[in-house]
């Protein structure tokens, strides 16, 4: 059964060019993308970069357990060095946020994601694309939720991404 899934992606190191590569590599892997705008907020629990957030839906007839080690095989294949710090400097990071309307424990990871509801830079970009759609929890729409949302919203910021790779020099037009 194909569902639609939400993944967040971030990324503190080189991150327009991780981002990108994130992109890319989901397209190949699972087809056309939904992309949230891009947003940038500062590192939370550790002092560095900021971050560069977004969200991206997709449809996967994959499972739950294969698609999070299809992601993990994503982020290994941009640099991605895990380490048992929870709160650190990465290329890249993508999480399962939703997965269709399932609500599982599955690998000891809930879906949805608590951050949708606990982080601005999960919860604005999933309002932004999927604004009607409801919590499979809570049944609010995610647009509801963003407007309801207490946590800090001072320090996100939306800022303009081009997703292709952008270019050093203007060559005019292509024959």
Known sequence: MTEQVWVSIGSNIQ??????AAARDLRQQFGPLILSPVYQTPATGFQG???YNLVAGFD?????????QCLRAIEAQN??????????????DIDVMLYGSLISEA????VPSPEILTYAFVLQPL??????QLHPVLGVSYQRLWADFTGDQSQIRQIPFNFERPTTKNRGPMA
């Not at 991150?15 to 990108?20: E, G, K, N, S, Y």
């Not at 640099?79 to 890249?92: D, H, I, M, P, S």
């Not at 690998?107 to 809930?110: E, L, M, N």
């Open 15 to 20: 991150p327009a060019a991780m981002i990108r």
């Open 49 to 51: 970069e900021d971050f």
């Open 107 to 110: 690998d000891g990871k809930p």
């Open 60 to 68: 996967t007839d994959c499972p739950l357990t294969d698609l999070r």
């Open 79 to 92: 640099g991605r060095v895990r380490t048992a710090e929870k709160f650190c400097a990465r290329t890249l």
């Open 127 to 132: 309002a932004d694309v999927i604004p009607d």
